[in-house]
């Protein structure tokens, strides 16, 4: 997809090193940075310079390219990707890449390993692009179809982040949207914001205005009412993690979403690549729930009148905050999953008759 006209990835090799878009400074800058070692890599994913399952996913696989760079030695790759793995806790798409990558390298010699390694790290990217471009068609028809019942604009309710910024081209819950608006079909998105980190407004509805989508940032709390209203047609979200049952875990907030949607019976659909899903973990109470930094919630990022990035706390400096980043929604409240292989019901049947 575009900024400021260019077509880009969130992710590329070039020259020995890892580039990224460092999303931390989105909206307000926009910087190409370098990661050179596996530390940079592990570091990346911490801060959240890059984020959203399927980037995350991208991300170490390059991670392992690096250390395998910087040090060609089986005890310093195996350490790097267990760092790696351990270096955020619910986008399952971290350890399927990394898996994904030392399966691969296993038993190679070491003067092919690098070549193996990179091809690897590119091919896992490349399918993510293939998926998300795959989501995207199969999503459409779902927008058309409403599109066609009601002859106006469809609009559509996102949470977070699960656009290209999130993935390495397309997105997951946007690659629907793009698809359609590149269709000519009217679109128009209601942005959550979403807190903590206000990465709905931040990347979501940034992204959306570089490919020229019409949207509206609202609070996380809006939607409910716009449900009520009759203003939203249908959600589309991503997810950190979905189970094999088809319950979802994506970021704070989703499942009441969920839940307003049901009571008003909009359509909930989640979008993911099969990479995003668990086909281990049984219950949702087993999902690991990344509870990061309270200052997510104290604290606001933004720009003043100089142009500056400055940081703000918002609460009394006293008080105690709590910062769960996600949850989980039970398969019984979504409509439907927007898989690269087709759209299919939240449920261990519908999951299997696609991918087993
Ligand atoms: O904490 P993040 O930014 O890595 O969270 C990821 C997300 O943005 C989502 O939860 C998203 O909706 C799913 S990832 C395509």
Same mark, same amino acid.
């Given at each position: 997809?575009? $900024? ?9 090799f070039e020259d020995n090193k890892v ?14 940075? #370098?990661?050179?070692?596996?530390? %940079? ?47 955020? /806790? ?13 399966? *691969? +390298? ?17 091919? +896992?990217?490349?399918? #993510? ?6 989501? @995207? ?21 996102? !949470?977070?982040? &699960? ?5 390495? %081209?397309?997105?997951? &819950?946007?690659?629907? $949207?793009? !698809?359609? !608006? ?5 679109? !128009?998105?209601?942005? =959550? ?31 409910? $009412?716009l449900m009520q209203r009759g203003q ?11 189970? &094999? ?11 009441? *979403?969920?839940?307003?949607?049901? #009571? ?8 993911? /690549? ?6 281990? $973990?049984?219950?949702?109470? =087993?999902?690991? +729930? ?11 990022? @933004?720009?003043?009148?100089?142009? &500056?990035?400055?940081?703000?706390? +918002?609460? /009394? ?9 996600? =949850? ?29």
């Amino acid at each position: 997809m575009r $900024i400021n006209g260019k077509a880009l990835r969130t992710i590329w090799f070039e020259d020995n090193k890892v580039k990224i878009i460092d999303q931390t400074k989105l909206p307000h800058q926009f910087i190409v940075k #370098d990661l050179k070692t596996v530390t %940079d890599a592990i570091n990346a994913i911490k801060v959240m310079e890059v984020r959203g399952a399927p980037l995350i996913g991208g991300t170490a696989a390059y991670g392992i390219v690096l250390a395998i760079i910087e040090k060609n030695d089986l005890n310093f790759i195996n350490q790097a990707a267990g760092d790696l793995i351990n270096s955020r /806790p619910t986008a399952i798409n971290l350890k399927w890449a990394v898996d994904r990558m030392m399966k *691969k +390298i296993k038993g190679v010699n070491s003067k092919e390993i690098l070549s193996l390694a990179l091809n690897e790290a590119k091919a +896992i990217c490349e399918e #993510d692009v293939g998926f998300c471009k795959s989501i @995207g068609e199969h999503g459409l028809k779902i927008i058309e179809s409403i599109y066609q019942k009601k002859k106006d604009t469809v609009n559509i309710l996102t !949470h977070c982040n &699960a656009g290209w910024l999130a993935t390495i %081209d397309w997105g997951t &819950a946007t690659s629907p $949207i793009y !698809h359609a !608006h590149q269709k000519g079909i009217k679109v !128009h998105v209601w942005v =959550d914001e979403t807190r903590p980190r206000n990465q709905g407004a931040n990347l979501t509805s940034y992204e959306l205005n570089e490919e020229g989508i019409p949207n509206t940032i609202i609070a996380d709390n809006t939607g409910g $009412i716009l449900m009520q209203r009759g203003q939203v047609d249908m959600c589309i979200v991503g997810t950190d993690r979905t189970l &094999a049952n088809g319950d979802v875990c994506n970021k704070i907030g989703t499942y009441l *979403k969920a839940l307003a949607a049901k #009571d008003n019976n909009v359509p909930f659909y989640v979008a993911l /690549p099969s990479s995003t899903i668990d086909w281990k $973990i049984k219950e949702a109470k =087993d999902i690991p +729930i990344e509870e990061r930094n309270s200052e997510e919630l104290s604290h606001v990022y @933004g720009i003043d009148n100089s142009g &500056a990035i400055k940081k703000v706390l +918002i609460y /009394p400096k006293q008080s105690k905050a709590m910062n769960l980043a996600f =949850d989980v929604t039970p398969a019984k409240y979504v409509t439907g999953l927007i898989t690269e292989k087709g759209v299919c019901d939240a449920s261990k049947e519908g999951l299997e008759k696609l991918f087993k």
